[in-house]
Nanobody, 120 residues
């Protein structure tokens, strides 16, 4: 079966960095777009970044551009989100998602989420 496990969150001061990891099992990365989403208290869930499993194409929300970097390791079946220069407004629960492409379009899986808190 398909499972996603998100980890790497924590409590950090503004300006510091975190690297989130999403370990996938039962998934061929080439068949999915892997995305990072976040949901802050009182706000709707929003996409932060995603990466195409087949070609490595990346996209970033405006709030993440210049500060975050998404990458993948197909051997380890892991997608990373490197977050630098964190700001208080980055505080949220971060979720990873596998979104099927091609014949798997419409199939999606979610990790459990990991809490990121940015506070001085």
């Amino acid at each position: 079966d398909v499972q996603l496990q998100a980890s790497g969150g924590g409590l950090v001061q503004p300006g510091r960095s975190l690297r989130l990891s999403c370990v996938a099992s039962g998934v061929n990365f080439r068949d999915y777009v892997i995305g990072w989403f976040r949901q802050a208290p009182g706000k709707e869930r929003e996409i932060v970044s995603c990466i195409g499993g087949s070609d490595g194409t990346t996209h970033y929300a405006d709030s993440a551009k210049g500060r975050f970097a998404i990458s993948s390791d197909n051997t380890k079946k892991t997608v990373y989100l490197q977050m630098d220069n964190l700001k208080p407004e980055d505080t949220a629960v971060y979720y990873c998602q596998a979104d099927g492409t091609g014949y798997l379009r419409g199939r999606e899986y979610w990790g459990q989420g990991t809490q990121v808190t940015v506070s001085s």
